[in-house]
């Protein structure tokens, strides 16, 4: 009796040592598919991931070189900026320069339409009488074949001194003439006008009475 309890007790131990075994090994197998299944899944989610940081990269990249490109533009605007400050600088310089030759010039053209009006009033005989040598300075209508109408267009040239138009070549004139007059300023002829205006500056009025003697006949 005690033998059969004891196998049959043997019998029991073993049957729940193999029930347990395989209750382990079926939890194991179970428990291994769901972690495959996690594995699997983290996998994904870690491609996923790297993929969004490769992406996050490229963009990174594409920032970087746009913050390059922004920051030479910068520069590039900048230098600009300070072009344009220094011609701006400059073109007022010329500005201001231009003003002042304005200025004197319409000193110069009052003066020079006051002279002309005060002659004007003299009587011929006066007009005549006056030595040459007492003509007012760089005065461009004492030379011969130079009226107001001409003396005003060489002055608007920058031509308002006697020395200025001995050193003006004749074919220059010419041009002044016919562009800045007109087609009916051709007829003028201004070859001897420098020789005359130097001859002015320099006070030579001897030579200048005999030249100018020589084109009034």
Sequence with gaps: MAERFAADLLFIVVVLLIAALLGFLIGYY??????????????????ILEKKTGALEEEKLTLQADVRRIEEEKLS??????????????????????????????LTIDKI?????????????????????????NDLKVVIGIGPKIASLLMNRGITTWKALSESAPSYLREI???????????????????QAQLLHEGRWDELRELQGRLEV
């Design 77 to 106: 605007l900048q230098a600009d900026v300070r072009r344009i400050e220094e011609e701006k600088l400059s073109l007022q310089a010329d500005a201001r320069r231009m003003d002042d030759e304005i200025a004197s010039l319409k």
């Design 30 to 47: 179970l428990a291994k598919g769901r972690y495959r299944k996690q594995i699997a899944e983290l996998e994904d989610e870690k491609a």
């Design 113 to 137: 339409e006051k002279e002309i009006r005060l002659t004007e009033d003299m009587p011929a005989t006066m007009v005549t009488e006056v030595p040459r040598a007492n003509y007012v300075s």
């Design 177 to 195: 003439l016919v562009n800045d007059g007109g087609e009916r300023f051709r007829i003028h002829n201004p070859e001897s006008w420098p020789h």
